[in-house]
C-alpha cells in the first residue's frame, strides 16, 4: 500500500506562529493551530481579521513572513509544488472566465489538473448547471455562478478545501445540491471561513477565532460557545 | 508541459474570439498609422531605410497593444491563482503566451505588410519576400519573448498601461535596429542580392539570449 511517509494523523494544516505583513500593515500574527486530515476548521473574525489572507498562504498564493506553514505535508513556500493540485480554493472571486461557458472552464482546469472530462458532466449535473453549463459565465446570475465556481473547486478531488463563504448567493436548493461536493462529510480537510456563526460550528470541528489579525479562539467546537464567536464581530 | 501549452493556447485563442481585445486593436492600429504615414510624410512612395524603419516602428507599436491585454483575463479573472494552484510546469505559461503573442504578430503582418506595400513601399518587395518573411519571424519571436515577460511584470502593478511600453520599447530596440537594417535592401530595387545576413543572425542571437533568460526568470515574476 502507498502511504505518504506523514502517517494516517498526519495534520492536513499545522501552522506554527505565522505572520503575514502587508508593507507596514500585519494581517496576521502568530498564527498556531493543527488541523486533522479530513476535519473542518470553521473561521470566524469581522472583516480585515486577517480571514482572506490566512486562506491565501494556506493555498500557497502567499508567502508567510513569520512562522512555518506546512499544508498536506508540505512546507510553505519551499514545498509548495507537493501541494499544488490537492487543494482547492474557492474564494471571493470565482476564478472562471467570464467569456468562456461553463463547461469550457471546467474542461480548462481538468486539462491543467489532468481529470478526465468526464467528471465535469458529473459535477455539473449534481449541481444543477447541465442545462446551463455551455452559457458564458458573465451570463449566469450570482448563485449559478457560485456553483460553478464550486464545481472548479471540487474538480480534482483535492484533499483540502479552501472555502470563503461558499453558500454565498445559493438559493437552499443550490446549497444542498453542493453539499456532497464542498459539505461536512465530502471527504477532503475543509478551512471554512463563515460569518454566520451558526452554521460555521454546525459545520465544524474546530473553531479558529481571528481579531485584528491575533488567534483569539482555537479550540474544538464542542469548547466555544456561539456567543463567544459572535464577540469577535462586536 | 505540451497539454499545459494546448490548453492555455486553447483558452486564449477562444477568449480573443469572444471578447476581440487585442488583435481587432493591434490591426486597426497598424493599417491606420500606415495610412497616417502615407499622408502625413507627403510623398507618394518610401524605400529603403525610411520604409524599413516606418514598418518596424509601427509593427512593435502595434505589439505593445497586445503585450498589455496578454495577461489581463489572468489577473482580473482569477487565472493565475487558478493556474498557479494546477500541478504543472509553470514555465508552460510562458510559452502559451509567447505563442499566442507570435500568432497575433504574424496575423496582424498578413492584414499590415499589403497595407504597407500598397500605401507606402516603392518597389514592393518582389524577389525578396523569403528574406522579408525570415527577417518577420525571427523578430516576431524577440516581440513575442520579451512582450511575454514584460506583459508579466506589468500586469502586477498598477501602471500597467504605462509600465509595459516603458520596460518593453528600450529592451525591443535591438529587435527594431536589426530588423529595419536587415530590411533595408530588401525595399530597394534588387535588394535580396545584398541581403545582410549578419542582422538576421544578430536577430537569431537576441531571440536565444531573451528566450533563455524568459525561461530562467519566469516562474519568479509569477511569484507574489
Not at chain 1, 505583513?21 to 470553521?42: D, K, M, N, S
Amino acid at each position: 500500500m502507498a502511504t505518504t511517509g506523514q502517517g494516517d494523523s498526519a495534520p492536513a494544516v499545522a501552522l506554527e506562529g505565522v505572520g503575514r505583513a502587508y508593507g507596514e500593515r500585519v494581517a496576521l500574527r502568530e498564527i498556531t493551530f493543527a488541523l486533522p486530515a479530513g476535519a473542518t476548521v470553521a473561521v470566524f473574525g469581522a472583516n480585515g481579521a486577517g480571514k482572506t489572507t490566512l486562506l491565501r498562504i494556506l493555498a500557497g498564493l502567499l508567502r508567510p513572513h513569520a512562522g512555518t506553514a506546512r499544508v498536506l505535508g508540505a512546507e510553505l513556500p519551499r514545498e509548495a509544488f507537493r501541494a499544488r493540485g490537492r487543494i482547492g480554493l474557492l474564494g471571493h472571486e470565482p476564478m472562471l472566465y467570464r467569456d468562456l461557458t461553463v463547461r469550457e472552464n471546467l474542461r480548462f482546469h481538468a486539462r491543467l489538473h489532468g481529470v478526465a472530462l468526464a467528471r465535469i458532466e458529473e459535477l455539473v449535473a449534481q449541481v444543477g448547471l447541465a442545462a446551463r453549463a455551455d452559457e458564458p459565465v458573465r451570463t449566469l446570475s450570482r448563485g449559478m455562478t457560485q456553483r460553478a465556481a464550486i464545481c472548479r473547486a471540487a474538480l480534482h478531488a483535492p484533499e483540502l478545501l479552501l472555502l470563503d463563504e461558499p453558500l454565498a448567493n445559493l438559493d437552499p436548493g443550490g446549497a444542498a445540491a453542493v453539499q456532497p461536493l464542498i459539505g461536512r462529510g465530502a471527504g477532503p480537510a475543509r478551512v471554512l471561513i463563515s460569518h454566520d456563526a451558526e452554521q460555521g460550528l454546525a459545520e465544524a470541528d474546530h473553531v479558529l477565532g481571528l481579531r485584528g489579525g491575533r488567534q483569539a479562539i482555537w479550540a474544538p467546537v464542542a469548547d466555544v460557545a456561539l456567543a463567544e464567536v459572535r464577540r469577535l464581530y462586536a | 508541459m505540451r497539454a499545459t501549452v494546448a490548453a492555455l493556447v486553447r483558452k486564449d485563442l477562444r477568449l480573443e474570439l469572444r471578447a476581440f481585445e487585442s488583435l481587432p486593436a493591434m490591426l486597426m492600429f497598424s493599417v491606420s498609422t500606415f495610412v497616417l504615414f502615407h499622408f502625413g510624410l507627403d510623398r507618394g512612395s518610401l524605400a529603403g531605410d525610411l520604409a524599413a524603419g516606418v514598418l518596424w516602428v509601427t509593427l512593435l507599436l502595434a505589439a505593445v497593444l497586445g503585450m498589455n491585454r496578454l495577461f489581463v483575463a489572468e489577473r482580473e479573472q482569477g487565472g493565475f491563482d487558478g493556474f498557479l494552484m494546477a500541478p504543472v510546469d509553470r514555465t508552460a505559461l510562458f510559452v502559451a503566451k509567447a505563442l499566442l503573442l507570435f500568432g497575433f504578430l504574424v496575423a496582424v503582418e498578413l492584414v499590415a505588410i499589403p497595407a504597407f506595400v500598397v500605401l507606402l513601399l516603392e518597389p514592393g518587395p518582389g524577389q525578396a519576400l523569403p528574406e522579408l518573411l525570415a527577417v518577420l519571424v525571427l523578430a516576431d519571436v524577440g516581440i513575442a519573448v520579451v512582450g511575454t515577460l514584460v506583459g508579466a511584470l506589468g500586469v502586477q502593478t498598477r501602471a500597467r498601461d504605462l509600465i509595459v511600453p516603458l520596460i518593453a520599447l528600450p529592451l525591443l530596440v535591438p529587435v527594431v535596429i536589426a530588423a529595419a537594417e536587415a530590411s533595408t535592401p530588401l525595399f530597394e530595387a534588387g535588394g535580396a542580392d545584398a541581403f545582410p545576413w549578419r542582422w538576421l543572425l544578430v536577430l537569431g542571437l537576441y531571440d536565444a539570449v531573451f528566450g533563455l533568460l524568459a525561461y530562467a526568470v519566469f516562474d519568479f515574476l509569477l511569484e507574489e
